[in-house]
């Protein structure tokens, strides 16, 4: 393998592309390679090769954080969920070549080749994450973790957009409750945040603090007339400065009657009570399906009661019939019997 083995190397690291990605900040990574190095290579390669061959190696992993700047794909930052993503789809791959005991040449071209794709999907992981989980808020600000790539450091990082999120118009009928929501979808992924403060707000440019706390929702059980007005809801952060505002405008209206309609089927005093005057609502189908299997399970029981009650008489009619047919045999056996002594006793008389 000699010069062989060192152009393969070379053009097999040559042909990995820029890919978005710092892999090598995940400590389970690092330790991967040493045992690349110290456990397989011993086996699978020559010595005189392992050094180059760990260089490149490592050279093609730390490539993944050479990257050009994008701000749609990549801004030199990822969160811990992304590297732990790439991280073990690379460690996943790693231990399948190693597991296959693969040698020489083809080793170095299965290793380099695994390293190739999975900067490619990296790069998708890293590009998702640009897109969606980036600095996700839309207004105030959001402090997130991130890792830098070109240093492996973990900082807190500010995402600052406009303190204020908006005006909200609320409509409450009287005697209602009335809830403020003041969550955004961000704040459970934000650092740093502290209380949700609701203050209600005069027309002399004066407020009123109505509650504080970790509930992100004010509610006021049956509003009246004078709870109509404005009222703002401030997120606080540790940097002493809010991360969110919003201002709520409530109006509310008047108190809605409902309107309790007699059931068809009572009558009201004046009411004729005349067949007519009747109307019977029409059963549900399952009301109907009820009645009809009910109605079945009635005449089913009529029907195995006379059943079981025809077949005792039936029986005692039988067991009667037996008894008389063997009783009238014997009676009339006596009968005859007793006929000849009588006329015996008779001609004797004579």
Known sequence: ????????????????????????????????LKSLEKDYLPGHLDAKHHKAMMERVENAVKDFQELSLNEDAYMGVVDEATLQKGSWSLLKDLKRITDSDVKGDLFVKELFWMLHLQKETFATYVARFQKEAYCPNKCGVMLQTLIWCKNCKKEVHACRKSYDCGERNVEVPQMEDMILDCELNWHQASEGLTDYSFYRVWGNNTETLVSKGKEATLTKPMVGPEDAGSYRCELGSVNSSPATIINFHVRVLPKMIKEEKPSPNIVTPGEATTESSITLQPLKPEKMLASRLLGLLICGSLALITGLTFAIFRRRKVIDF???SLFGLGSGAAEQTQVPEEKATDSRQQ
Do not use: N
Request: net charge negative; proline share 9%; hydrophobic share 50%.
């Open 1 to 32: 393998m000699g010069p062989h083995f060192t152009l393969l190397c070379a053009a097999l690291a040559g042909c990995l592309l820029p890919a978005e990605g710092c892999v090598i900040c995940d400590p389970s990574v690092v330790l991967a």
């Open 322 to 324: 037996i008894k008389s």
